[in-house]
């Protein structure tokens, strides 16, 4: 969040950037000033709005950090791909949300590209689970390895299991009975 604001900060010429922006550099600084002011709840000009200021972007800024630490959670607990689908699903139902009446934002509408595009989406979220329920877990396998030192062989087995709903595999070594009556 510190690292935004620095970033934003130093971004902030790519406003005068034809294409990019549209505040002319010589009008940047009052620009900015115009904005802290919305921001304390002010309306610099007639034609601004600036209702719900300071509390509006105060709360966003929680709620984005707090996101942002759930979502590092999510990998740390859960692993990447289980955060990858999280976001996937996160974005088509922050699409509907949108299209409710919200204080300061008011309703979006969905236009055709929208929902096809969300069509496609959940069609993908919903073919991946079915895919990935439908696939066989491997079976307990095991292999024989032979020590290069001592000659005997031991036996590793490999085991699925489940732990905290992330697979792993046990590879315990264990000797091989017929190695150790040599």
Known sequence: ??????FTILL???ASVPGIGEVPLRELAAYTRNGLDCFMGNDPTPADDCTGSPLAPLLYFCINVTYNIFILALVKQGGALLTFLTNTVTFPLSTILFTLPWP????STLNRFV???LAIELSGIVYYQHASS???RPEDS???TTNA??????????????????SQYDT????????LST
């Not at 969040?1 to 620095?6: G, I, N, R």
């Not at 300061?104 to 309703?107: S, T």
């Not at 030192?149 to 085991?159: F, H, I, V």
């Not at 315990?172 to 190695?179: E, G, N, R």
């Open 134 to 136: 439908k696939s066989a």
């Open 115 to 117: 929902i096809l595009g």
């Open 12 to 14: 902030l010429p790519l």
């Open 104 to 107: 300061l934002l008011g309703a």
């Open 149 to 166: 030192t001592t000659g005997k062989s031991a036996e590793r087995t490999y085991l699925l299991t489940e732990d905290q709903g992330r």
């Open 1 to 6: 969040s510190v690292v935004s604001l620095a």
């Open 142 to 144: 095991s292999s024989t």
């Open 172 to 179: 315990t070594l264990k000797p091989d009975p017929s190695a």
